[in-house]
């Protein structure tokens, strides 16, 4: 890819989002969706997501202290989580939501606590790695938008 | 939106469709918008159900279609979709990270035009058009084919006339054809320009509206109420809803986004998702969100219906019951419905009530070939709306099963005394649910036919043979219980099913049909509440005749409350009410409620009943024939 050291830098890190299984193919329609008109886009929805989802797990964190768990509401929260991140194409969150709710179904709290430890790293763990892509993006500055434009 | 579909829209479509997104997930409403728009739609988010539904209230024409999350803090999705789809009867898209299977069955039960996974690809936006489209086309058709049904019923039933050449002249059936005809065309008339404002009046009901409806046609019964006059006791009104005409109803439910082919269609269509169940022999209509139990009730239910669209129209050449096909009734069949019904039924305390709609029609067929003469079946035969307008049936349904073991006994014993012959026995319809009625078509109809009849047109009671399903009313009178019929979801099967089936071949004309309840032909058997019952099950029976009958029954049949006395099967007012409030399928049992036999005599009845038989087949025919194109179409009446 043609441009500056940024762009292939970017261009680097992103595909090692993909390949590592972080993000899966809708972060590419988010990117579709970035255009002159919107060039910020997906900067705009992941802020927007991790802005929902902390306080998703905030509340997930309040419920899992309850005793005894209500696993409905649990599983509600999860179904939600799940929801959100599928929206920016956080794979690996979205499996371990997956696994949350399996473990809410069982009705094992053991399992939920772990699992939602599992969530909370994914989860932090990808934003690290987006910011990092987002600020590298706005570095490469317009070049960006333009290698990136399909 | 336009009237009918001009194909397309305007050249740019489907650019610039209007969609409204629902969705808690901000993140997805900032991503869904973005999607849509560029797909060149125009796009209208909202976070809540809440205020996605006033929205949609407030700007009635204002979406073309709606894309909905599952999963919603303030209200289901499903839910939002029901309610959607009963009052704008927009399509409706679902979306779900779920994809489990049961979830898109759900999804498609309630009526959801189609299931989106997410995450949601622009690509799948791209073509949600497409059921935008095929709403408006549907429509079209809805429009065309019920002219053509209506035509094609005409004629069948007018040969079936002919062949039986009992009740009805050569002349007569060509003027009823006519006329018939002519209605048509008003009705499709009316139709098409209502439509043009109301999306062709296609309306989806759902529990709360018709619950308004079914208070409506309540208050209309308690207003209006037939007496069969003479001999009863205690007159029997049976309230044509028909007759009264869907104006009426749609002036006193207050909703102001409502018109009267809406209420019409919910006269007589029963929900499109109602499924044929052995039990529902009696379709019903039930209410939106009610688990469609009773197809064959319905289809039952929605011949009466038709039939008394078509006394309607006689009556009122502008009554529009045209048949809209009520394509939102969603399948969901909320138990709401059902408690609706059921605490309709709970207020009813007679049992009479119109169990008999099944019963009263059938016997009344038969009858009347027999037996009724001009007699003062008026009652009975009045219910149609025709030229003499008999008694009207209140078809009330007796209270299902609730109240009603007492007041169906009680009316059982009143025909019983009244008719001693008669075999209440079958006409005991099988009331035992509670839902009996749900009534919704029934009382309405009942209420059509409800003409001024006055006295007993009775139709004999279903003659135990013919056992409309009634089974465990056994011992309720013998009206019919069976507004079990309608719903009775759980009581039992409602036989009129099969009662139907002999209807149907026996075709109104005057025995016929009436097969089982014909009352027994005994002359006592026209027993205003066999009548009723008759008339109830006529009504939805397709024969048109025997909704005759039944309707007349329904008229002897006064809203009382069948207390015990003999003389007055008419199923209370309440009853006649909830029969009609019953709704679609119930169309059988209004006139079974009528049942109020009273003092009418065997011979009396026979003496009327022709006559109204007669008109009421004339009117019948074409209610028959499209009831009957209705049932064979429905398929779900002989299940």
Redo the contacts between chains.
């Keep these: 890819m043609e441009g500056s050291h940024l762009q292939r830098q970017m261009a680097c890190m992103r595909k090692s989002l993909f390949d590592q299984g972080f993000l899966d193919e809708q972060f590419i329609q988010l990117e579709e969706l970035q255009d002159d008109a919107n060039p910020n886009f997906v900067e705009e929805v992941v802020t927007l997501f991790y802005r929902d989802s902390t306080r998703l797990i905030l509340n997930v964190d309040q419920a899992l202290e309850k005793v005894p768990l209500d696993f409905t509401k649990l599983d509600n929260y999860m179904h939600q989580f799940k929801g959100s991140s599928s929206s920016i194409g956080a794979a690996k969150v979205k499996n371990e939501c997956t696994q949350f709710k399996e473990c809410c179904k069982a009705g094992n709290a053991e399992g939920c606590m772990r699992s939602f430890q599992q969530v909370k790293k994914e989860h932090a763990a990808l934003r690290k790695k987006l910011e990092a892509y987002f600020q590298l993006a706005r570095q490469a500055g317009t070049g960006e938008t333009a290698s990136r434009s399909k | 939106m336009e009237n009918g579909f001009s194909y397309p829209r305007t050249d740019a479509f489907p650019a610039g469709l209007r969609v409204l997104v629902v969705d808690?997930?901000?993140?997805?409403i900032?991503?869904l918008a973005?999607?849509l728009e560029?797909c060149s739609y125009r796009v209208t988010t909202c976070c809540l159900a809440r205020d996605a539904l006033n929205m949609l209230r407030e700007r009635k024409d204002g979406f073309d279609i709606i894309i909905s999350?599952v999963?919603m803090p303030d209200m289901d999705g499903f839910k939002l979709l029901e309610q959607v789809g009963l009052e704008m009867d927009l399509p409706v898209i679902m979306m779900?990270?779920?994809g489990e299977r049961s979830r898109v069955m759900k999804g498609v039960q309630h009526g959801a035009c189609d299931y989106l996974l997410?995450?949601v690809?622009?690509k799948e936006l791209q073509n949600i058009w497409q059921h935008v489209f095929r709403k408006k086309i549907l429509e079209v058709k809805d429009i065309e084919s019920q002219e053509g049904i209506e035509d094609i019923q005409m004629m069948k039933y007018g040969l079936d006339e002919f062949d039986n050449g009992q009740l009805l002249s050569g002349g007569d059936m060509f003027s009823v054809k006519k006329r018939r005809d002519m209605e048509n065309k008003e009705h499709d008339d009316q139709e098409f320009s209502d439509s043009s404002t109301v999306k062709k009046a296609r309306v989806v009901w759902s529990v709360d509206l018709h619950q308004k409806f079914v208070n409506a046609v309540n208050q209309i019964g308690f207003d209006s109420d037939c007496h069969l006059d003479n001999a009863c006791t205690e007159p029997i009104s049976v309230i044509f809803l028909a007759e009264i005409g869907p104006k009426k109803i749609l002036d006193l439910m207050n909703v102001p986004w409502l018109t009267r082919e809406n209420i019409a269609s919910h006269l007589q269509c029963p929900p499109e998702d109602i499924e044929p169940t052995a039990e529902s022999q009696i379709a019903v209509m039930h209410p939106p969100g009610r688990q469609p139990k009773t197809v064959s009730l319905f289809s039952f239910g929605k011949k009466y219906r038709l039939y008394l669209s078509r006394l309607q129209k006689q009556n009122e050449p502008k009554t529009s019951f045209a048949g809209i096909k009520q394509s939102d009734f969603s399948s969901k069949d909320p138990p709401g419905s059902f408690d609706l019904q059921r605490s309709i039924t709970m207020h009813q305390n007679n049992a009479a009530n119109i169990n008999f709609g099944y019963c009263g029609h059938k016997i009344l067929v038969q009858d009347m070939d027999s037996q009724i003469h001009e007699g003062d079946l008026k009652g009975i035969v009045s219910a149609l709306p025709i030229a003499e307008p008999k008694k009207a049936l209140m078809g009330e349904i007796p209270d299902p099963q609730k109240t009603s073991s007492s007041s169906r006994m009680g009316l059982t014993e009143s025909l019983r005394s009244l008719v001693p012959d008669v075999n209440y026995a079958s006409f005991e319809c099988t009331f035992s649910k509670q839902h009996c009625w749900s009534g919704e078509v029934p009382v309405m109809q009942l209420k059509q036919l409800k003409q001024e009849h006055d006295g007993n047109t009775h139709l004999p009671l279903p003659s135990p043979r013919h056992h409309i399903q009634m089974d465990p009313l056994q011992s309720a009178p013998s009206i019919c219980p069976r507004t079990s019929i309608m719903e009775r979801g759980k009581s039992g099967p409602i036989e009129i099913k099969p009662f139907y089936t002999e209807y149907r071949s026996n075709h109104v004309t005057s025995k016929s049909p009436v097969d089982s309840f014909s009352v027994q032909a005994d002359s006592h058997i026209i027993n205003s509440q066999d009548f009723e019952a008759i008339s109830t099950f006529r009504s939805s029976m397709k024969n048109h005749g025997l909704n005759q009958n039944f309707i007349n029954n329904s008229e002897s049949v006064q809203p009382n409350s069948i207390p015990g006395n003999g003389s007055n099967l008419v199923p209370s007012h309440e009853d006649l009410e909830f029969f009609s409030l019953q709704g679609y399928g119930y169309t059988e049992n209004i006139g079974l409620q009528n049942i109020e036999f009273s003092d009418y005599t065997d011979s009396e009845l026979i003496t009327e009943l022709p006559g109204h038989l007669y008109n009421g087949l004339r009117l019948n025919c074409d209610y028959l024939d499209l009831i009957e194109y209705l049932t064979v179409d429905q398929g779900l009446f002989i299940t």
């Design positions: 808690d997930d901000p993140t997805w900032k991503i973005r999607m560029k999350d999963n779900s990270v779920d997410k995450p690809r622009m």
